[in-house]
């Protein structure tokens, strides 16, 4: 048996390393050169077939620099479902493009960099700028084709609470409602007494713990139930989504505070495709994918059974998550036609309660809120975004006329990692197109 959890213990302690902030930010890790890791380079998953050294498995996607290569090939991995983007043509995309590599700005820590630099340490997959509509700048990294969508991790998050808010707006989903009004196989969980509303915002008291340095915290759980990293052989707990969900208790109150909570986003996916009768995949087709324009299929993760991670499964091309951002910019609207009632755009702007927020602990976000699984500074700008591991943004500033999608294979997850000069360099981009 101690031989047996060998494999398992080497996965988590290279989790552990890779994507939590180790230590604390005050101590960063120390991070290899972005060059020495590129994929193509190191030539992984080169060959037919490749040397054993270069394969990239599922149970090693988070072990770096592997993801550098998985994060676009994700569905080569494990089980995926298509959502579809129509029959429509795709929209165009006007181009204006613009050469902003050299664009200097202060960085985190009092020096200055240019937006090449900022995207090279940052270990940018993709960067996509739009202005007024049309791209300004766009870059591609790391052997990642225009054509290859690429993991959003916990951006996903945002695009289940905007169809849960839509269906909110419909009357479709109360608010204000217990969860096990549309979910009694929750009666005995922690969602036993916790709202709609305090789910979609994260102010749940759940008994689970995200915490990627602990093997036996409920972030390992979670991965197993949703078919994201392997199991050990000794490995006893759920393994689906559903099943793993039940079993969680109540720890605190709800409402209290924010605390952050991927199992609450996977809560929120069960009851929006329970009350609809629609999986995760057919409602973004219908609802979003097919009225943008899309110009690719996006797809989202399975766990064993079959059920569609809601949270941290969804995957989409650069250019098509642009088209998003420009459809939200824009108060809905995509191809002359009202996409998304502007009432759920400015349900999602207005942002929750900054005190409770401030019981995360996300001291590098004093001023934000998270609000329907959303990202919102309360800045001057009125901007809102979508974020997820290892540097996934949505970057959306009304004020500017922007919407900025970086996509990245960073080293560390926890995107608090590099916040303060990610939103150094989005105000400098916004700063340069508006001097024009």
Not at 157 to 180: C, H, Q, R, W, Y
């Given at each position: 048996m101690q031989n047996s959890s060998k494999p398992y213990r080497a996965v988590a302690v290279a989790v552990a390393l890779i994507i939590s902030a180790s230590a604390s930010l005050a101590q960063a890790p120390q991070l290899p050169p972005p060059e020495a890791t590129d994929p193509v380079k190191l030539e992984l998953m080169k060959g037919f077939p490749s040397p054993p050294e270069k394969i990239v498995k599922l149970g090693t996607v988070l072990k770096f620099p592997n993801g550098r290569w998985a994060f676009h090939h994700m569905r080569e991995l494990g089980p995926t479902v298509q959502v579809w983007r129509?029959?429509?043509?795709?929209?165009?995309?006007?181009?204006?493009?613009?050469?902003?590599?050299?664009?200097?700005?202060?960085?985190?820590?009092?020096?200055?960099?240019?937006?090449?630099?900022?995207?090279?340490?940052?270990?940018?997959?993709?960067?996509?700028?739009?202005?007024?509509?049309?791209?300004?700048?766009?870059?591609?990294?790391?052997?990642?084709?225009?054509?290859?969508?690429?993991?959003?991790?916990?951006?996903?998050?945002?695009?289940?609470?905007?169809?849960?808010?839509?269906?909110?707006?419909?009357?479709?989903?109360?608010?204000?409602?217990?969860?096990?009004?549309?979910?009694?196989?929750?009666?005995?969980?922690?969602?036993?007494?916790?709202?709609?509303?305090?789910?979609?915002?994260?102010?749940?008291?759940?008994?689970?713990?995200?915490?990627?340095?602990?093997?036996?915290?409920?972030?390992?759980?979670?991965?197993?139930?949703a078919g994201l990293l392997p199991a050990p052989p000794t490995y006893t707990g759920p393994r689906t989504i559903p099943d793993l969900l039940v079993t969680i208790k109540k720890e605190g109150e709800h409402g209290a505070g924010f605390k952050y909570k991927t199992v609450d986003t996977e809560v929120m996916g069960w009851l929006l495709q329970r009350i609809t009768g629609k999986s995760f995949s057919t409602l973004m087709s219908e609802r979003l994918w097919s009225r943008i324009g899309a110009q690719d299929d996006a797809y989202v993760w399975a766990d064993p059974i079959g059920t569609q991670i809601t949270s941290v499964g969804f995957s989409a091309t650069l250019r098509d998550l642009g088209r998003v951002g420009e459809t939200l910019r824009t108060a809905g609207r995509s191809n002359g036609q009202q996409v998304i009632p502007e009432s759920v755009i400015a349900e999602l702007r207005k942002g929750a309660d900054i005190e409770k927020f401030k019981a995360s602990g996300q001291t590098m976000r004093l001023g934000y809120s998270y609000h329907n699984q959303w990202w919102v500074p309360h800045d001057r700008d009125g901007t809102f975004e979508m974020k997820g591991l290892n540097g996934q943004h949505m970057h959306i500033n009304p004020a500017a006329e922007l919407v900025i999608i970086k996509l990245s294979s960073h080293p560390v997850g926890d995107t608090s990692f590099t916040h303060n000069l990610d939103r150094r360099a989005f105000a400098a981009i916004a700063a340069a197109l508006r001097a024009h």
């Open positions: 129509g029959d429509g043509k795709p929209s165009v995309l006007r181009e204006m493009q613009k050469e902003m590599g050299a664009l200097s700005f202060e960085d985190d820590k009092g020096g200055r960099t240019t937006l090449a630099d900022w995207q090279r340490t940052t270990f940018t997959d993709g960067l996509l700028v739009l202005h007024k509509g049309a791209i300004v700048y766009q870059k591609h990294y790391s052997g990642m084709a225009a054509h290859q969508p690429h993991s959003l991790w916990s951006m996903s998050k945002s695009f289940t609470g905007l169809l849960a808010t839509m269906l909110i707006k419909e009357g479709v989903i109360d608010p204000n409602a217990l969860v096990t009004k549309y979910l009694p196989e929750l009666k005995d969980s922690a969602w036993a007494d916790a709202t709609v509303q305090q789910t979609l915002d994260m102010t749940t008291g759940v008994a689970y713990s995200e915490n990627f340095r602990d093997p036996s915290s409920g972030i390992f759980q979670y991965l197993h139930a």
